[in-house]
């Protein structure tokens, strides 16, 4: 648990606080695991390095161990022997496209210079394969190094007087579908926040899946496309297996 105070907060007072809340619930604060910072000096929660500058602006980063991690994956595959640029270029694509796609909503500018020399270095070693050409190698770099684009602070916030613990089912349902975007969205809202299956609200407990009725995943018409809890996808799906 991370605890960001203000100037003005009393970090004694914020505990006790914190404490009585989780004691109605069964739990405790670990001490081990808490950390009490200010807000202005910054700290890493979740694969992400949050911090309020001194002018009052939230800002919200890729922190520096996670991008060494993600540029020493993309370099283990590009440095590989065992298989071609094509093979690499599969490998490289769902990672690059993971991490941009997490870190979409933060300041991803300090990360772009860093980003076109991972790539530029990559088209270099894809170029020196004999059967490639320079047209073809920058095909593959596009498959391997797909973009995604990002807004910083995008997200929606919750407002000042709403908890998970209020039963406000309504609000939080509409607020976990903002969350998502494209044709999931778009159905989302015709479907009023519900499971087409279940007919249940949708929680932050379990996620959303887009769902093809008639099973064709290159049939993206609007009638064909529905959203479901992951679990009533996994039972749509099993109901539909024949067996022998």
Same mark, same amino acid.
């Given at each position: 648990m991370v605890i960001i105070l203000r100037p003005e907060d009393d970090a004694t007072e914020i505990l006790e606080r914190i404490n009585e809340f989780l004691t109605e619930r069964g739990m405790k604060i670990s001490e081990k695991k808490t950390k009490i910072t200010a807000a202005t000096d910054g700290f890493d929660f979740l694969g992400w $390095?949050?911090?309020v500058l001194k002018d009052g602006r939230f800002k919200s980063y890729p922190p520096v161990d996670n991008f060494k991690k993600f540029r020493q994956k993309v370099k283990n595959i590009v440095n590989c @022997?065992?298989?071609? @640029?094509?093979a690499k270029a599969e490998k490289l694509a769902p990672i690059v496209r993971g991490w941009r796609n997490y870190h979409k909503f933060c300041d991803m500018s300090s990360a772009k210079f860093s980003l076109w020399h991972i790539n530029h270095r990559t088209w270099k070693v894809f170029n020196k394969e004999t059967k490639n050409t320079r047209k073809s190698t920058t095909q593959l770099i596009k498959k391997a190094f797909p973009s995604v684009?990002? @807004?910083e602070n995008k997200f929606v916030n919750v407002k000042g007087d709403k908890s998970p613990y209020d039963n406000d089912i309504t609000y939080w349902s509409e607020r976990n579908s903002k969350l998502y975007d494209n044709e999931t969205s778009k159905a989302l809202k015709r479907q009023n926040h519900s499971c087409s299956h279940c007919?249940?609200?949708f929680t932050s407990e379990?996620?959303? $899946?887009?769902?093809h009725i008639d099973g064709n995943h290159n049939n993206w018409k609007t009638k064909n496309l529905v959203t479901v809890h992951e679990s009533c996808h996994d039972y749509i799906h099993m109901s539909k297996e024949v067996i022998f």
């Open positions: $390095h949050f911090k @022997s065992n298989y071609g @640029s094509k684009p990002y @807004s007919g249940l609200k379990e996620r959303v $899946h887009l769902h």
